[in-house]
């Protein structure tokens, strides 16, 4: 007996995921706990595994689709048997004029709108792969399936009538477009620049000619928003906008430092990078001020007594952070294995949920990149994040003598909030205290 | 082309059409002796005598009734009030025999009577004076309520009315009549129910009627220089109304705002959002917003009642609303 297959809850906190692959084609033979496709959540790429045995019959939403938790994505059944008599199901209460082509092309369907776009109708994606169902009909539907920030909380898109004419007559899916009208409404300048040739608007009937404005060849690139570009975006932006920043820079000897590093490596016979170095100062300048290891709450402030450390980490498509825990309580070598691994993990998309939460401070590095110095953006619900620039070799007064240096900047960005001046201004004096005389690192 | 007045085109007009048809007569408070409380009909008594230019006491329900009578039996009445304000007085005859007859005698009676005088705001003469009837009017089927807001076409639309046999309620402003434009000369009559586009643009459409298309168009200036281009579109006659204008329009900005005098329950304004909204839905890209007179009697004080009426700094904050500029 065939049955539908829907998006399961991949991640503690996915709302929604997007269909990046399926390993699966229609009519393969699938075996439990087989891969059937890679979904992208909101944390991490992750795998969807099938409950079932049998023959995928039908994959109701292509790859890049975006679909919301519990939505159908495909139906397993015996090899032979039909799934189109499940297709409709998977539509669980979409309204019948959705599905019938000439009604639905009526002025008398088009005046609801409203009933068309209800979660119940949301099975979008399996009209948007079901190129036989009305172009219209699909186009009507699609913006049930909106995952967008348009989208309020019962699924429906916010668009204006005009937005969805041209979304109709163009064919475009507005589940991909961010509104910039008054709450999130979907207005006609959004539509700019997209055409239908572009990834961002998947073509439910066949392809139309471009919009006229755009020159042949000349449209922009458009990539569509990966899910992680999503929640950067989301989270970064609240941080910017609710969290009042403030900026500590100092401006320390990295003389010491530098020393130790290649002492340590020549002697240790193991390599250790600058960031290790740092992320274990921090470490031991956190145990000196705990203050600044503290969260901001609606109703009292937090102060941690685990130091556990997020690192950003560059990945292809943006940025995750990986978390070092306990950074206080393990040596140099054991840091720099573990942000090894934890870099390694990231790049390769396979950072479990639970390795990128609950930092309690942040270290972003840019040093590398040959940035003097940078004010970074604070990763909430964490207090503070330090900022570490490239180590300059300069003239530098010594004994009042002038003799060539090493300096490094540091810029803590601070949730006021939570961390005050005097604070940050402490725990920066510790970690100064720390990278100038390095050994310590080594010791604790 | 001829440049002139709004209130010498009102004039024209009554006495062109007086020359034209010798049942057209004007009857009102002040009109004869007094040469018109706006001096509208100036000269006149003077050219056609005081059997067609007649005085009257101060009594609007009497002389209201007497020119439903004298049209009912064949003349051309035109019934000056002296502000529109004081038809209130009058409104039974208006709302029950002008507008009325033609159907209660089954088509055997009609009214071809023109009521007119200034309506609006003026300048402080105190909220029992300052009201803007017309949507008291609208509201009545069987008359026709106009508001042109240039010379040309009050002088078009006043022959318009004065020729139609049915009752017709012309709206002048104490604001607009010294204000100049050019009237083409000859027989000009501007038929009913056509809008007109008193400024073309493409982004957002704004739509009045009598005074304050001027400020409409003022708003539209001060708009362009910001980057946004208005179309401005003078309705001119308020019933019947003109769809198609307001269609074609929308349909090319997407977005429109309605200003004009009058409080902001119900009215015309409402009536156009209401067709717009119901004629192209599909077309809109904003809410349709519009600016009225604020929601209290008309204060005396000069400050104040500058900021109860619409001005143009309310109309641009509203283009810039429906536009996305601002919140």
Redesign the interface.
């Given at each position: 007996m065939a049955r539908v297959i829907d998006m399961p809850k991949l991640s503690p906190t996915m709302e929604e995921g997007q269909i990046v692959t399926w390993h699966k084609k229609e009519g393969d033979a699938v075996e439990v706990d087989e891969l059937l496709a890679e979904v992208e959540t909101d944390k991490a790429t992750m795998e969807f595994r099938s409950f079932d045995r049998g023959t995928l019959l039908k994959i109701l939403v292509p790859p890049g689709s975006m679909v919301r938790l519990g939505e159908p994505v495909a139906v397993i059944g015996k090899s032979g048997e039909s799934a189109e008599h499940l297709i409709p199901n998977a539509r669980g209460a979409a309204p019948p004029s959705a599905a019938a082509p000439p009604s639905a092309a009526t002025p008398a369907s088009a005046a609801t709108p409203a009933s068309a776009a209800t979660p119940a109708s949301a099975a979008t994606p399996a009209s948007a792969a079901t190129p036989a169902s009305a172009p219209v009909a699909a186009a009507f539907v699609a913006p049930a399936a909106i995952v967008a920030a348009s989208v309020g909380a019962d699924g429906r898109v916010k668009a204006?009538?005009?937005?969805?004419?041209l979304a109709r007559e163009r064919s475009l899916d507005l589940r991909s477009v961010h509104g910039?009208?008054?709450g999130g409404r979907i207005?006609?300048?959004d539509l700019e620049g997209a055409s239908t040739s572009s990834p961002t608007v998947i073509p439910v009937a066949a392809p139309t000619a471009p919009t006229p404005t755009l020159a042949l060849g000349r449209e922009p690139r458009i990539k569509p928003l990966s899910m992680m570009r999503r929640t950067i975006a989301r989270r970064l932006t609240e941080s910017k906008q609710q969290v009042p920043h403030f900026y500590l820079t100092i401006d320390v000897d990295a003389g010491a430092l530098v020393e130790l590093r290649t002492r340590f490596n020549a002697e240790v016979g193991r390599k250790v990078s600058f960031n290790d170095l740092v992320v274990k100062a921090v470490a031991i300048a956190i145990a000196r001020a705990p203050e600044v290891n503290a969260q901001f709450t609606p109703e009292a402030l937090v102060y941690h007594r685990r130091v556990d450390i997020s690192v950003a980490v560059a990945v292809d498509d943006g940025l995750v952070t990986p978390v070092v825990r306990d950074a206080d309580q393990l040596t140099l070598l054991q840091i720099s294995d573990k942000i090894q691994a934890l870099s390694l993990r990231a790049r390769e998309r396979k950072l479990g949920v639970e390795e990128m939460t609950g930092g309690t401070f942040s270290i972003s590095n840019l040093g590398m990149h040959g940035i003097d110095e940078f004010a970074a953006v604070i990763n909430p619900p964490e207090g503070a994040i330090l900022a570490v620039g490239a180590i300059r070799s300069e003239p530098v007064v010594k004994n009042d003598v002038v003799v060539p240096g090493k300096r490094m900047k540091l810029t803590l960005s601070c949730d006021h909030r939570v961390v005050d001046g005097a604070v940050g201004a402490k725990f920066l004096a510790e970690l100064r205290g720390v990278i100038e005389h390095p050994l310590q690192i080594l010791a604790l | 082309m001829k440049s002139m007045r709004y209130r010498e085109a009102v004039r024209e007009a009554i006495a062109e059409e007086m020359e034209r048809d010798s049942r057209v007569f004007l009857m009102g408070e002040e009109v004869a002796q007094y040469q018109g409380a706006y001096k509208v009909s100036e000269g006149l008594l003077e050219r056609f005598g005081e059997k067609r230019i007649i005085d009257t006491p101060i009594t609007e329900a009497g002389f209201a009734g007497i020119g439903i009578g004298a049209a009912i039996v064949g003349l051309r009445p035109i019934i000056e009030f002296m502000t529109w304000n004081f038809s209130a007085v009058a409104f039974d005859q208006l709302l029950n025999n002008a507008a009325k007859l033609r159907q209660m005698s089954g088509g055997q009676l009609s009214v071809p009577i023109v009521f007119r005088g200034p309506n609006g705001s003026a300048r402080q003469v105190g909220s029992q004076h300052s009201h803007s009837m017309e949507h008291f009017y609208v509201h009545v089927p069987g008359l026709k309520v106009v508001a042109p807001a240039t010379p040309a076409d009050a002088k078009g639309m006043l022959k318009a009315a004065i020729r139609d046999d049915d009752p017709v309620l012309f709206l002048e402003s104490e604001t607009l009549y010294s204000v100049k434009g050019d009237v083409p000369e000859g027989d000009y009559v501007v038929p009913f129910g056509k809008g007109r586009i008193a400024r073309e643009g493409k982004d957002c459409t704004l739509i009045s009627y009598s005074r304050m298309v001027h400020v409409c168009l003022e708003a539209a200036e001060a708009l362009a220089a910001k980057g946004i281009d208005c179309e401005v579109i003078d309705l001119r006659s308020l019933r019947p109304l003109d769809e198609e204008i307001l269609v074609q329009s929308i349909s090319k900005t997407?977005r429109a705002v309605v200003a004009y005098e009058g409080w902001p329950y119900g009215g015309v304004g409402a009536e156009v959002v209401d067709r717009i909204q119901r004629l192209a839905?599909?077309?809109?890209?904003?809410p349709i917003l519009r600016v009225t007179t604020l929601d209290v009697p008309m204060p005396y004080n000069a400050k104040l009642e500058q900021h109860v009426i619409p001005q143009a700094d309310r109309v641009i904050a509203a283009v810039e609303a429906v536009t996305?500029r601002r919140?």
């Open positions: 204006s009538p005009y937005v969805r004419k910039s009208g008054t207005v006609a300048r | 997407h839905f599909d077309e809109l890209d904003a996305y919140d």
